[in-house]
């Protein structure tokens, strides 16, 4: 059978891989500790839960409308409002099953063939994925040695009268930095002068740690207004992957385009799930927080274990709830188990049970990412297993 080629390009998801090779060690009855999550390890709100069966017992069963039902819509509006004073009417919001469709259904919006798409990496490598398959270019912008903070003369370089948008993800996965508000007007002014439109993937919004707030574009460059879609979701705030509702705010004419093509690929999202975004829009804001905090007490937890192991190096993350570790230290190329971060992390799997993702799943090869969406007490024995693995290593 012939598979079209910008499907046959796509490469499969590190991270899908790694989790469905960990978890078979799982069912053969090992006992291994998984850093390789992607989403909160805590229960949907019982707001969203209730929202949930009311809807199903309302009957509300039947095909929603394309763009999101309207109380959905408000509410985010609503939400954008209370937390970023940004004001938004309701054909400016636009529902979709899960952030990453809102990002494809944009993109599909933004590029024609051979338009480029600015990506500061490590990045979350769906956005190369989908830009390919609409037959756009992903352009990268590398912000491993500047603290993974944008180098704006770098952006400006790569820059060329193709490029249509830039993707800025903060909190960042998978490196868990929260951009400043310096970073993000510095990203805003050139986009301004140079009309680049902003894909705003801000899913970790609220998983921001005691040291920091996690400043809005919009909110520092209110100009910018025209030219920044907002996407945000349920998955990450609310512990609501599986419901799979995103929404995303920006220019009406944009908003009408991505429903447009829901209408012919999704006849929008469930009814039932954008009922229960309903309920945790609305009345999960503790649940919420009660999360934060439980992460912000693990991602302590994980930075004093990670910060006593010789030879680990990482940026303290302030956000999301990920760790990006840097292993070249560890990598030996003429030993094919250690020669790259994918052969590391196979190893390590192999050899000690820890699951982790390599960087090069996040466009940052020499590195690995560690989700600490896990109990205190596996981030305490998966760190140890790890540093017993290096410290092997390093004695050769
Ligand atoms: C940076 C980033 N954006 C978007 C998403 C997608 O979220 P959703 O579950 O709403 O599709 C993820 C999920 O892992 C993510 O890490």
């Avoid at 796509?10 to 999550?37: D, I, N, Q």
């Avoid at 009311?54 to 095909?63: P, W």
Wanted: charged share 25%; aromatic share 8%.
């Amino acid at each position: 059978m012939k598979i079209s080629n910008r499907v046959a390009r796509m490469s499969p998801s590190a991270t899908a891989e790694m989790a469905a090779k960990a978890l078979e060690k799982k069912k053969r009855g090992l006992h291994v500790v998984s850093f390789t999550t992607g989403e909160p390890d805590y229960d949907s709100p019982s707001s969203a839960q209730d929202y949930a069966f009311r809807a199903i017992k309302d009957g509300k069963t039947h095909y929603p409308p394309t763009q999101g039902i309207p109380e959905l819509r408000r509410a985010a509006a609503e939400y954008y409002r209370e937390h970023f004073g940004l004001s938004y009417e309701s054909n400016e919001v636009v529902v979709g099953t899960g952030a990453k469709q809102l990002i494809y259904s944009a993109l599909g919006c933004l590029i024609d063939p051979g338009d480029e798409v600015l990506i500061l990496s490590p990045a979350w490598v769906s956005y190369v994925e989908q830009i390919g398959l609409f037959d756009g270019v992903p352009v990268k912008v590398d912000t491993s040695d500047t603290d993974y903070i944008p180098d704006l003369v770098r952006i400006e370089n790569a820059r060329t009268p193709r490029t249509r948008a830039i993707i800025i993800n903060s909190p960042n996965n998978p490196t868990g930095v929260v951009y400043t508000s310096e970073t993000l007007r510095a990203i805003g002014k050139l986009a301004k002068a140079r009309n680049i439109f902003i894909i705003n993937d801000e899913v970790y919004e609220r998983l921001v740690y005691s040291e920091g707030t996690s400043p809005q574009i919009l909110k520092e460059c209110p100009d910018l207004r025209d030219q920044v879609l907002n996407v945000n979701g349920v998955s990450k705030s609310f512990a609501m992957t599986g419901w799979r509702i995103g929404y995303a705010l920006g220019p009406a004419e944009l908003i009408k385009a991505i429903s447009d093509i829901q209408g012919h690929v999704t006849s929008g999202a469930s009814s039932i799930s954008q009922w229960a975004s309903v309920g945790a829009l609305t009345g999960g804001q503790e649940d919420c927080e009660k999360m934060r905090v439980g992460f912000e007490a693990r991602r302590n937890l994980i930075v004093d274990l990670l910060s006593e192991i010789p030879g680990v190096g990482f940026r303290r993350p302030n956000g999301a709830f990920y760790v990006f570790v840097d292993i070249r230290g560890f990598l030996r190329p003429n030993v094919p188990s250690l020669a790259d971060d994918v052969a590391f992390c196979l190893e390590l799997l192999d050899k000690k049970n820890v699951g982790m993702v390599p960087g090069s799943a996040f466009l940052c090869p020499g590195y690995v990412r560690i989700s600490y969406s896990c109990s205190e007490a596996d981030i305490r024995e998966g760190v140890k297993r790890f540093a017993e693995f290096v410290s092997e290593v390093t004695k050769g």
